[in-house]
Nanobody
Framework: QVQVVESGGGSVQAGGSLRLSCATSGLPYSRYCMGWFRQAPGKEREGVATIDSTGRSRYGNFVKGRFTILKDNAKNTLALQMNSLEPEDTAMYYC????????????????WGQGTQITVSS
């Protein structure tokens, strides 16, 4: 059974930093594409960052160098280091896995976590 579990969300002031973590099990992790996605109230879900099996990463245009996605194949974990957070980054953040990446999206059956909330205050 595949499990994807996020942690590390919370509240922070604008300009601050947070690090999200994602633990997985039941996947051929090193061969999978992993990604972070977010959804704000009233908005569609958008891709924040993905990293494929070769270690190639892609970021949404809004990231602008502020976030870094990190994939640890030895521990089957994924992280998202977020710096210079802005109120516009407030959203529910999701970790997801799939066989392939396409830019900041996934291809194939996706496995999703329950999400972790990030709130950035001005």
């Amino acid at each position: 059974q595949v499990q994807v579990v996020e942690s590390g969300g919370g509240s922070v002031q604008a300009g601050g930093s947070l690090r999200l973590s994602c633990a997985t099990s039941g996947l051929p992790y090193s061969r999978y594409c992993m990604g972070w996605f977010r959804q704000a109230p009233g908005k569609e879900r958008e891709g924040v960052a993905t990293i494929d099996s070769t270690g190639r990463s892609r970021y949404g245009n809004f990231v602008k160098g502020r976030f870094t996605i990190l994939k640890d194949n030895a521990k089957n974990t994924l992280a998202l280091q977020m710096n210079s957070l802005e109120p516009e980054d407030t959203a529910m953040y999701y970790c997801a896995a799939a066989a392939l990446c396409r830019n900041t999206g996934l291809i194939g059956t996706g496995y999703w976590g329950q999400g972790t909330q990030i709130t950035v205050s001005s």
